[in-house]
């Protein structure tokens, strides 16, 4: 059985995260996605590397504006994919500095998630109650908290 070497690159990518070598790992995902590009891959493969490559760059502290861009390209390619809006969200909330563009982005992706998606919506309420928290807007904030206290009280 013949693997494809953008599976063997992504494998290795998964190790050398796992290990917490986050610049291999980031040369691995980059491989895996000329690979994928060459051969006209899904989306949805192309999307899941660019999240990883994105994430191993914000990881490894080096690259983060291009880690948030990977990231941002990964979840316009599947915008309804809220697993990746939540990663997306908490990765700008972290590590990109407080600004109006950026808290609207993050809030718009946090909304989105809670319409949709109630896995993931007690992490998303979690995350907009730190949000509003940092713009001073504490009422609110303690809404969101409680909020999803009681959506993880429920599940």
Same mark, same amino acid.
């Given at each position: 059985m013949k693997t494809d070497r953008h599976v063997i690159s992504l494998l290795k990518g998964k190790i050398y995260d796992k290990k917490r070598h986050y610049t291999w790992a980031v040369e691995e995902y980059q491989c895996a996605l =000329? $690979?994928?590009? %060459?051969?006209? /891959?899904?989306?949805? =493969?192309?999307?899941? /590397?660019k999240m990883r490559l994105g994430w191993s760059r914000i990881r490894s502290k080096i690259? =983060?504006?291009?880690? =948030?861009? %990977?990231?941002?390209e990964a979840n316009q390619l599947l915008p309804n994919n809220n697993d990746y809006s939540l990663k997306l969200a908490t990765a700008i909330f972290s590590n990109v500095a407080p600004s109006e563009a950026n808290d609207e982005q993050i809030m718009l992706l946090l909304d989105q998630i809670c319409m949709n998606d109630p896995k993931n919506c007690a992490e998303? $309420? $979690? /995350?907009k109650g730190k949000l509003l928290h940092r713009q001073d807007n504490y009422k609110e904030s303690f809404s969101c908290f409680q909020a999803s206290i009681k959506l993880k009280e429920d599940t």
């Open positions: =000329i $690979l994928c590009n %060459e051969k006209s /891959l899904p989306v949805q =493969i192309i999307a899941n /590397l690259q =983060i504006d291009q880690g =948030i861009m %990977e990231m941002r998303a $309420l $979690l /995350l």
